[in-house]
C-alpha cells in the first residue's frame, strides 16, 4: 500500500485490517502462509472434528460451504430431505478459514513485519538470485506442505500450475501482441502427443505404441527432454499455421487459428497410429509437484524477460499500431513470428505435462471446450501481465472446483463472473502491470515510520 | 464487536451440540458416482444419476454380516472431460472416503479414472465404458458392460444363422473410435464363417456427414445380404433412408449404440422391422428387469436406456460384493480390498442385463440380447446369445 492509498480509505474494519496490515514485505507473507499451513497440518484435523466437520475444508473451506448451499437448493427445487444440522458447517468453516488461515497470515506478518523487513533490505542488495531462491523456495515449502494434507489438493495444484503456464503462454499472444489467436489447444495437443510419444515409445510397454524402444532404469531423468521436444514440436506446428495468418489481422487471424485447432484434432483423431480417438493412456507417472513447479516457474520467468525484453516492448509497439512500429523499425514479421512460437512452445510443455498428470490424452481433450476455458483465464485475470494469468489461472481453476457441488449452477455463476469483470475491467482483473521480481521483493514502508 | 464475538461463541457450542449426531453416523456406507452431470453429454450423468437414486430408494440400507448399514451415494460431476475425471475421482476417495466408485461411464473419463482408483486400492466399476485400457493391468477396476471384440462376433452370427446372409455390406465413421472398432470386429467375424471377401461392400464415411448415396450406390452394387452399420443413433435414420432411396431391400443390422437416445422419434416407421445387438430388451422383458423397467419409467417418465440399466446392475453387484465380505472391519483401506476381491469372485450375478461374472481382466462375461424393432417401435426381445 502507498501513502494514497491509506489517505484515501481511513474508516471502517477493512481499512483497519489494511493499516495494520501495510508494510508488510513478500516475505512477510510468505511466511505467514507457511505458519499457516504449518498450523493446519497440526491442529487442522482435530479444529475440524470440534466444530462438526465431517472432515478437514480442503480448498479453504469454500467446498464445505457451496456443498451446503447445493443440499439447499436441492431441498428447494427438487423436495429432497434437508438435515438442519448441516447448516452449521457453513459457519464451521468460516471459523475453520480464520483459525487455520487468516489469523496465523496476519499474525505472522504483524508481527514478523519488522523482521521480515530488515531482511528483505539485507537481501535486496544481494545479487538478485538469492533472494529469489529464498523466496520460491519459502513458496513451494508451503504448497508442498499444503498440497501433502490430501491427494485431491495435489491434483488440484498440480493442474492449476498448468493452467498458469498455458495462460501466460496465451497472454504472449492475445496480450502482448494483441491478436486474437484460438490454436492454442492444438498447440497443447501437438505438446501432448509427441512427448507422450517420447516417453511412452521409448520407455514402456504400450498396446498402441508398441514396446519400449530403450528400456532404462534411470529414464525419469529423459522427461524434461521430452517435454522440450514437445515444446519445439508444437513450436514448429505453429510456424505451420503463423506463415499464412500472419498475413491477415484481426478477426482473420481468429478464424485461421480456429481453423486450425480443428485440423490438429482431426489430425490426431485419424492417426491411428498413434491411438486415433481412442487415445494414448499409460503415461508413465514422472509429473510430481516439484517438477511441474520448476517447469512453471522457469515458463514464468523466461515469459517474463521475454516480455520485458526489446522484443516485448517491440510486440507491444505492434500491438497498438503495426503501422508506426513499422515506421520505427521494428521488424514486426519478425517480432509476431517470435511471439507465436514462443507462446507454442510454452503451450506444448503444458500439454506435455497435462498429459503426464491425468496420463491418459485423446484428441477430445483439446477441443473448443480447453479453448473456451484458456480464453476465458487471459481475460478474467488481465491481458498484457504476467499477475494477472496467474490471478486469472488460479481463480478461475480454484472457483471450478470449489463450486462443483453445485453442479450446472457453476456454469451460471463462473459465466456471470467473467462478464462482470469484462464490464467493469474490460481489460481484465490485473492488467497492463509489469512483474518485476526485485521489486516485489523489496521492503515495504511500515505507516508512522519514514525511511 | 462485541456481538460478532458472542455470535462466534452460540455457534461453536452449537457445533459441539449437534456433532455428536454427525459422528455417530459411522454405520453409513459411502459410494461415489463420478458422472457427467455437466458437460457435453449431461443425459448420460441423469440416466445414471436416475437409477442410482432409484436403487436407493428401493434399498436404503444393506446387511453386511451382523451389522446394518445405511447407503449414501455421493455424485461427483465429472463434466465429461478427463482431467475434471481424475479430479472428480481423487475427491471422492480422498475428501469423500467412499468404499467403492460406480462410474465414470465414458472411456474418455473412465480410462484415466482407472488409474486413480487402481493407484488408491479402491474397488471401481464402470458400467458404460468399452475401451480395453480402463481395466487392463488394474486390479482395482472393472466394468459393467461386455465388449465390442465379443459384439462384433455377436452381430456376424446371428446375420448368418437367423438372416441367412451370406454376403454382408458393412458402413461406418471412420472418424469415430467405436464404430470403427466395431465395425473391423464384425468383418473379421464374418470373414471367418464364409470366407474372405464375403464381406462384399466395406464403406466408410467421416462424422457428420449427411450424404450416402455414393457408398449406398456401392452396398447396392455388391449385391450384400445384409447391412451392418454400427453408427450412433442420431445418424442410423438418416443411413436407413438412404439405403431406402437408393433401394437396399434387404435387412439392416446395427449395435448397442441404436439403442440410447430417442431413435424412434428420429427415425419413425424407416426403422421397423430391423435388428441390433444390444444389453437388454425393454418391451417384452420378464421378471426383474421388467420390474426395473416399470419402476423407472413411472419414477422418470421415459424408458430406461442401456446407461441406466448398466448403472443399476453395476451397483448391484457392487453392493452384493459388499455383502459377500462377511462384515466391514472399519479400516477403509481394509475394507476397500475385501470388497475388491469379493467383486472378483462374484459368479453368476443376477443382473437385468444378463447373468455376470469377472474375468481375471475385470471385464464380465455376458450375454448379448439381439432386439428387432417391432410395428409399435418398441425394442422388442428376439435372441440372447451368450459366450
Same mark, same amino acid.
Given at each position: 500500500?502507498?501513502?494514497?492509498?491509506?489517505?484515501?480509505?481511513?474508516?471502517?474494519?477493512?481499512?483497519?485490517?489494511?493499516?495494520?496490515?501495510?508494510?508488510?514485505?513478500?516475505?512477510?507473507?510468505?511466511?505467514?502462509?507457511?505458519?499457516?499451513?504449518?498450523?493446519?497440518?497440526?491442529?487442522?484435523?482435530? $479444529?475440524?472434528?470440534?466444530?462438526?466437520?465431517?472432515?478437514?475444508?480442503?480448498?479453504?473451506?469454500?467446498?464445505?460451504?457451496?456443498?451446503?448451499?447445493?443440499?439447499?437448493?436441492?431441498?428447494?427445487?427438487?423436495?429432497?430431505?434437508?438435515?438442519?444440522?448441516?447448516?452449521?458447517?457453513?459457519?464451521?468453516?468460516?471459523?475453520?478459514?480464520?483459525?487455520?488461515?487468516?489469523?496465523?497470515?496476519?499474525?505472522?506478518?504483524?508481527?514478523?513485519?519488522?523482521?521480515?523487513?530488515?531482511?528483505?533490505?539485507?537481501?535486496?542488495?544481494?545479487?538478485?538470485?538469492?533472494?529469489?531462491?529464498?523466496?520460491?523456495?519459502?513458496?513451494?515449502?508451503?504448497?508442498?506442505?499444503?498440497?501433502?494434507?490430501?491427494?485431491?489438493?495435489?491434483?488440484?495444484?498440480?493442474?492449476?500450475?498448468?493452467?498458469?503456464?498455458?495462460?501466460?503462454?496465451?497472454?504472449?499472444?492475445?496480450?502482448?501482441?494483441?491478436?486474437?489467436?484460438?490454436?492454442?489447444?492444438?498447440?497443447?495437443?501437438?505438446?501432448?502427443?509427441?512427448?507422450?510419444?517420447?516417453?511412452?515409445?521409448?520407455?514402456?510397454?504400450?498396446?498402441?505404441?508398441?514396446?519400449?524402444?530403450?528400456?532404462?532404469?534411470?529414464?525419469?531423468?529423459?522427461?524434461?527432454?521430452?517435454?522440450?521436444?514437445?515444446?519445439?514440436?508444437?513450436?514448429?506446428?505453429?510456424?505451420?499455421?503463423?506463415?499464412?495468418?500472419?498475413?491477415?489481422?484481426?478477426?482473420?487471424?481468429?478464424?485461421?487459428?480456429?481453423?486450425?485447432?480443428?485440423?490438429?484434432?482431426?489430425?490426431?483423431?485419424?492417426?491411428?497410429?498413434?491411438?486415433?480417438?481412442?487415445?494414448?493412456?499409460?503415461?508413465?507417472?514422472?509429473?510430481?509437484?516439484?517438477?511441474?513447479?520448476?517447469?512453471?516457474?522457469?515458463?514464468?520467468?523466461?515469459?517474463?524477460?521475454?516480455?520485458?525484453?526489446?522484443?516485448?516492448?517491440?510486440?507491444?509497439?505492434?500491438?497498438?499500431?503495426?503501422?508506426?512500429?513499422?515506421?520505427?523499425?521494428?521488424?514486426?514479421?519478425?517480432?509476431?513470428?517470435?511471439?507465436?512460437?514462443?507462446?507454442?512452445?510454452?503451450?506444448?510443455?503444458?500439454?506435455?505435462?497435462?498429459? !503426464?498428470?491425468?496420463?491418459?490424452?485423446?484428441?477430445?481433450?483439446?477441443?473448443?471446450?480447453?479453448?473456451?476455458?484458456?480464453?476465458?483465464?487471459?481475460?478474467?485475470?488481465?491481458?498484457?501481465?504476467?499477475?494477472?494469468?496467474?490471478?486469472?489461472?488460479?481463480?478461475?481453476?480454484?472457483?471450478?472446483?470449489?463450486?462443483?457441488?453445485?453442479?450446472? $449452477?457453476?456454469?451460471?455463476?463462473?459465466?456471470?463472473?467473467?462478464? $462482470?469483470?469484462?464490464?467493469?475491467?474490460?481489460?481484465?482483473?490485473?492488467?497492463?502491470?509489469?512483474?518485476?521480481?526485485?521489486?516485489?521483493?523489496?521492503?515495504?514502508?511500515?505507516?508512522?515510520?519514514?525511511? | 464487536?462485541? !456481538?460478532?464475538?458472542?455470535?462466534?461463541?452460540?455457534?461453536?457450542?452449537?457445533?459441539?451440540?449437534?456433532?455428536?449426531?454427525?459422528?455417530?453416523?459411522?454405520?453409513?456406507?459411502?459410494?461415489?458416482?463420478?458422472?457427467?452431470?455437466?458437460?457435453?453429454?449431461?443425459?448420460?450423468?441423469?440416466?445414471?444419476?436416475?437409477?442410482?437414486?432409484?436403487?436407493?430408494?428401493?434399498?436404503?440400507?444393506?446387511?453386511?454380516?451382523?451389522?446394518?448399514?445405511?447407503?449414501?451415494?455421493?455424485?461427483?460431476?465429472?463434466?465429461?472431460?478427463?482431467?475434471?475425471?481424475?479430479?472428480?475421482?481423487?475427491?471422492?476417495?480422498?475428501?469423500?472416503?467412499?468404499?467403492?466408485?460406480?462410474?465414470?461411464?465414458?472411456?474418455?473419463?473412465?480410462?484415466?479414472?482407472?488409474?486413480?482408483?487402481?493407484?488408491?486400492?479402491?474397488?471401481?466399476?464402470?458400467?458404460?465404458?468399452?475401451?480395453?485400457?480402463?481395466?487392463?493391468?488394474?486390479?482395482?477396476?472393472?466394468?459393467?458392460?461386455?465388449?465390442?471384440?465379443?459384439?462384433?462376433?455377436?452381430?456376424?452370427?446371428?446375420?448368418?444363422?437367423?438372416?441367412?446372409?451370406?454376403?454382408?455390406?458393412?458402413?461406418?465413421?471412420?472418424?469415430?473410435? /467405436?464404430?470403427?472398432?466395431?465395425?473391423?470386429?464384425?468383418?473379421?467375424?464374418?470373414?471367418?464363417? !464364409?470366407?474372405?471377401?464375403?464381406?462384399?461392400?466395406?464403406?466408410?464415411?467421416?462424422?457428420?456427414?449427411?450424404?450416402?448415396?455414393?457408398?449406398?450406390?456401392?452396398?447396392?452394387?455388391?449385391?450384400?445380404?445384409?447391412?451392418?452399420?454400427?453408427? /450412433? /443413433?442420431?445418424?442410423?435414420?438418416?443411413?436407413?433412408?438412404?439405403?431406402?432411396?437408393?433401394?437396399?431391400?434387404?435387412?439392416?443390422?446395427?449395435?448397442?449404440?441404436?439403442?440410447?437416445?430417442?431413435?424412434?422419434?428420429?427415425?419413425?416407421?424407416?426403422?421397423?422391422?430391423?435388428?441390433?445387438?444390444?444389453?437388454?430388451?425393454?418391451?417384452?422383458?420378464?421378471?426383474?428387469?421388467?420390474?426395473?423397467?416399470?419402476?423407472?419409467?413411472?419414477?422418470?417418465?421415459?424408458?430406461?436406456?442401456?446407461?441406466?440399466?448398466?448403472?443399476?446392475?453395476?451397483?448391484?453387484?457392487?453392493?452384493?460384493?459388499?455383502?459377500?465380505?462377511?462384515?466391514?472391519?472399519?479400516?477403509?483401506?481394509?475394507?476397500?480390498?475385501?470388497?475388491?476381491?469379493?467383486?472378483?469372485?462374484?459368479?453368476?450375478?443376477?443382473?437385468?442385463?444378463?447373468?455376470?461374472?469377472?474375468?481375471?481382466?475385470?471385464?464380465?462375461?455376458?450375454?448379448?440380447?439381439?432386439?428387432?424393432?417391432?410395428?409399435?417401435?418398441?425394442?422388442?426381445? !428376439?435372441?440372447?446369445?451368450?459366450?
Amino acid at each position: 500500500m502507498t501513502g494514497t492509498d491509506q489517505a484515501t480509505v481511513t474508516r471502517g474494519l477493512p481499512a483497519a485490517v489494511g493499516r495494520l496490515l501495510a508494510g508488510v514485505p513478500l516475505l512477510g507473507w510468505l511466511l505467514g502462509f507457511l505458519a499457516a499451513v504449518l498450523v493446519e497440518r497440526t491442529i487442522g484435523d482435530t $479444529l475440524a472434528q470440534t466444530l462438526g466437520l465431517p472432515k478437514m475444508p480442503v480448498l479453504f473451506g469454500i467446498l464445505t460451504v457451496s456443498k451446503v448451499i447445493a443440499e439447499i437448493i436441492n431441498a428447494v427445487v427438487k423436495n429432497t430431505a434437508f438435515d438442519p444440522a448441516l447448516l452449521v458447517h457453513i459457519p464451521a468453516a468460516l471459523v475453520y478459514l480464520s483459525v487455520v488461515y487468516l489469523l496465523p497470515i496476519a499474525a505472522v506478518a504483524r508481527l514478523g513485519a519488522r523482521a521480515a523487513n530488515r531482511a528483505a533490505a539485507i537481501m535486496d542488495r544481494w545479487n538478485l538470485t538469492i533472494p529469489a531462491a529464498v523466496h520460491i523456495g519459502l513458496m513451494y515449502l508451503t504448497l508442498h506442505i499444503w498440497a501433502a494434507m490430501s491427494d485431491y489438493r495435489l491434483i488440484t495444484l498440480k493442474i492449476t500450475l498448468i493452467a498458469v503456464l498455458l495462460t501466460l503462454s496465451l497472454n504472449i499472444i492475445n496480450g502482448y501482441m494483441g491478436e486474437f489467436s484460438c490454436s492454442h489447444p492444438g498447440f497443447m495437443a501437438v505438446g501432448a502427443y509427441m512427448s507422450s510419444l517420447f516417453t511412452v515409445g521409448l520407455f514402456v510397454d504400450d498396446k498402441v505404441l508398441g514396446k519400449a524402444l530403450m528400456p532404462w532404469a534411470l529414464d525419469f531423468l529423459t522427461f524434461p527432454l521430452a517435454l522440450i521436444f514437445g515444446g519445439i514440436c508444437a513450436s514448429v506446428a505453429a510456424l505451420l499455421v503463423a506463415i499464412p495468418s500472419f498475413k491477415t489481422r484481426g478477426d482473420y487471424l481468429a478464424i485461421i487459428s480456429l481453423a486450425f485447432l480443428f485440423i490438429i484434432k482431426s489430425l490426431f483423431e485419424n492417426l491411428q497410429g498413434l491411438g486415433g480417438a481412442r487415445g494414448i493412456a499409460g503415461q508413465p507417472d514422472w509429473a510430481a509437484l516439484p517438477v511441474i513447479f520448476v517447469v512453471v516457474g522457469l515458463g514464468i520467468w523466461s515469459i517474463n524477460n521475454f516480455v520485458t525484453s526489446t522484443y516485448g516492448k517491440a510486440l507491444n509497439a505492434v500491438r497498438d499500431d503495426e503501422l508506426a512500429a513499422e515506421a520505427m523499425t521494428v521488424n514486426t514479421r519478425q517480432a509476431k513470428m517470435t511471439a507465436f512460437l514462443v507462446g507454442a512452445f510454452w503451450a506444448g510443455i503444458a500439454g506435455g505435462l497435462l498429459a !503426464h498428470v491425468v496420463r491418459y490424452i485423446n484428441p477430445a481433450m483439446f477441443g473448443i471446450q480447453k479453448l473456451a476455458e484458456v480464453l476465458a483465464m487471459v481475460y478474467f485475470g488481465g491481458l498484457n501481465s504476467v499477475y494477472g494469468s496467474i490471478v486469472g489461472a488460479v481463480s478461475i481453476s480454484l472457483l471450478g472446483e470449489a463450486l462443483r457441488p453445485l453442479e450446472i $449452477l457453476k456454469w451460471i455463476i463462473i459465466p456471470l463472473m467473467l462478464i $462482470l469483470v469484462m464490464i467493469y475491467r474490460p481489460t481484465g482483473l490485473v492488467a497492463f502491470r509489469d512483474f518485476d521480481l526485485r521489486e516485489a521483493m523489496k521492503p515495504k514502508t511500515e505507516p508512522g515510520q519514514r525511511k | 464487536m462485541r !456481538h460478532g464475538r458472542l455470535l462466534i461463541a452460540v455457534l461453536l457450542c452449537a457445533g459441539l451440540v449437534i456433532s455428536p449426531s454427525v459422528w455417530a453416523a459411522s454405520d453409513v456406507i459411502n459410494i461415489g458416482f463420478p458422472i457427467p452431470l455437466t458437460g457435453d453429454n449431461p443425459d448420460v450423468g441423469a440416466s445414471s444419476k436416475n437409477a442410482a437414486e432409484m436403487y436407493l430408494k428401493k434399498f436404503p440400507t444393506v446387511k453386511v454380516g451382523a451389522k446394518t448399514y445405511k447407503l449414501n451415494f455421493i455424485y461427483e460431476d465429472n463434466e465429461f472431460k478427463a482431467e475434471s475425471a481424475v479430479k472428480a475421482l481423487t475427491k471422492l476417495i480422498t475428501e469423500e472416503e467412499v468404499l467403492a466408485v460406480v462410474g465414470p461411464q465414458a472411456s474418455a473419463q473412465a480410462v484415466p479414472a482407472g488409474e486413480i482408483a487402481n493407484n488408491n486400492a479402491t474397488p471401481m466399476i464402470s458400467p458404460w465404458s468399452t475401451n480395453p485400457n480402463t481395466t487392463l493391468n488394474r486390479p482395482y477396476v472393472f466394468r459393467g458392460c461386455f465388449l465390442d471384440p465379443f459384439q462384433g462376433p455377436v452381430a456376424a452370427n446371428f446375420v448368418t444363422e437367423e438372416l441367412g446372409a451370406k454376403k454382408a455390406a458393412v458402413l461406418y465413421d471412420i472418424a469415430s473410435d /467405436y464404430p470403427k472398432g466395431l465395425a473391423e470386429f464384425f468383418k473379421q467375424a464374418f470373414e471367418k464363417i !464364409h470366407g474372405p471377401g464375403s464381406v462384399v461392400a466395406f464403406e466408410s464415411f467421416t462424422t457428420g456427414d449427411k450424404d450416402f448415396s455414393a457408398q449406398m450406390a456401392n452396398i447396392v452394387a455388391s449385391g450384400a445380404d445384409v447391412l451392418f452399420t454400427p453408427q /450412433y /443413433y442420431s445418424e442410423v435414420p438418416l443411413i436407413v433412408r438412404a439405403a431406402k432411396e437408393n433401394g437396399f431391400n434387404k435387412p439392416i443390422m446395427g449395435s448397442d449404440s441404436w439403442g440410447s437416445g430417442d431413435l424412434m422419434g428420429l427415425c419413425g416407421d424407416d426403422c421397423k422391422g430391423f435388428y441390433f445387438s444390444t444389453h437388454y430388451a425393454a418391451a417384452g422383458a420378464r421378471g426383474a428387469t421388467k420390474a426395473f423397467i416399470d419402476e423407472y419409467t413411472a419414477a422418470f417418465g421415459k424408458t430406461p436406456d442401456d446407461v441406466a440399466a448398466l448403472t443399476w446392475d453395476s451397483l448391484g453387484i457392487m453392493i452384493q460384493a459388499i455383502q459377500n465380505t462377511g462384515g466391514l472391519s472399519g479400516d477403509l483401506k481394509a475394507d476397500r480390498t475385501k470388497v475388491k476381491d469379493a467383486l472378483a469372485s462374484i459368479k453368476d450375478y443376477p443382473g437385468i442385463t444378463g447373468k455376470m461374472t469377472f474375468t481375471p481382466e475385470g471385464d464380465p462375461i455376458k450375454c448379448a440380447v439381439v432386439v428387432k424393432i417391432n410395428e409399435q417401435g418398441q425394442f422388442a426381445f !428376439h435372441k440372447s446369445v451368450c459366450p
